[in-house]
Nanobody, 124 residues
Framework: QVQLVESGGGLVQAGDSLRLSCAAS????????MGWFRQAPGKEREFLTY????????YYADSVKGRFTISRDNAKNTVYLQMNTLKPEDTAVYYC?????????????????WGQGTQVTVSS
């Protein structure tokens, strides 16, 4: 089992950058593939990006490709989401999630563990 805690959210202006962190407990973090999702008020949870156990394989939703970058540091049990050129429509609660199977998927139901989320607000 793994527990996830996101941090790094906040209020920024359009065009700014922000880096989110997701710290994981447990000694087997390197055996979990990781994903980032977001959920805006009144909308469904949206897949953003995925990284494999090693970090060598990544996958992005078209909506963030080229602006967001996922990375992980298995020695620190942490996965990151670097977000550049933020837009007001990026405003949402951002969640990290872990899955045991090392296979990319945008389906939130295939992720086994979730953090509590961190709010990102982008003003115009």
């Amino acid at each position: 089992q793994v527990q996830l805690v996101e941090s790094g959210g906040g209020l920024v202006q359009a065009g700014d950058s922000l880096r989110l962190s997701c710290a994981a407990s447990g000694r087997t973090f390197s055996r979990y593939a990781m994903g980032w999702f977001r959920q805006a008020p009144g909308k469904e949870r949206e897949f953003l990006t995925y990284t494999s156990w090693s970090g060598r394989n990544t996958y992005y939703a078209d909506s963030v490709k080229g602006r967001f970058t996922i990375s992980r540091d298995n020695a620190k049990n942490t996965v990151y989401l670097q977000m550049n050129t933020l837009k007001p429509e990026d405003t949402a609660v951002y969640y990290c999630a872990a899955k045991i199977l090392n296979r990319a998927t945008p389906n939130p139901r295939e992720y086994d563990y979730w953090g509590q989320g961190t709010q990102v607000t982008v003003s115009s």
